[in-house]
């Protein structure tokens, strides 16, 4: 044994069979502190954070009145219902200036956000997994609506950018051919994606419904897609409640009809994530 260990450690040390795992990303330069008054926030300031690879601005990271579950939010890729904060999280907001180093890819740049919650308020969270609602997503039986992409992937739109956009005749915004997003106005929605997978596709949805979709396609490839429908309405009929005559279809009708898919209730297992431990207070810069 102890001669496997020094044939071990001598290869190690020559770098042939051993190496040391990468270190976790971080940025250049990052100050947190407690935010000001609402009041004093600028006219033109933008609350929420915007910055970083795939924006106009990718060399550096502004947050602007958040809160800590709202970082951990975009940190982990969380949607909102996977998050059990107490209220106490919700109280204080921080402002954030982070310098992102050259090169920084997407995945490197939840890194460091992930890091920079661990080292500065000694962030732990606990993940769990409860049976609970879901929604599960299947081809339709009119057949699949979607088109296979043509083009290649192309780069998502920067963060906090609104492309531009009109309004068609039934008031649902309209974005010119080959333009990418997501935009709601008075409660009409429309949602244009180029080379989109299913992964990427169920993460939207489920933000939307507010409860995880399930991908049971079995579809591989990517695809275009242009849906639009009213918000809201699938929520208040899984709820029973009555409500007014809409002036549009239901989100579920949407996926239906302009999609070729299937969203329909189900029970499953829902991975819930709980903040274990906080600092009130992050760290000094």
Known sequence: MGTFRQVLFGLCAAGIACSQPPE???????????????GSIGVNSRLGCGGGPGTTDPGSWTCVQVTLPQLILTAYSLQPYQLAAASDWIRDRFDIQAKVPNGTTRADFRRMQQRLLEERFKLKLRREQKEGP?????VAKSGLKMKDSADSETAPAADGVIPKFSLDKQGFPSFPPGVSGKLGLNGHMRWTAHHITMEEMVTTLSGEVERPVIDATGLKGAYDLDMHWVKGQLMAKAAGADGPEIDGPTIEQAIQSQLGLKIESKKGMVETVVIEHAEKVPIEN
Do not use: Q
């Open 24 to 38: 976790t990303p971080a940025f250049e330069v990052a100050s947190i502190k407690l935010s000001g008054p609402m």
């Open 134 to 138: 879901v929604y599960e997503l299947t």
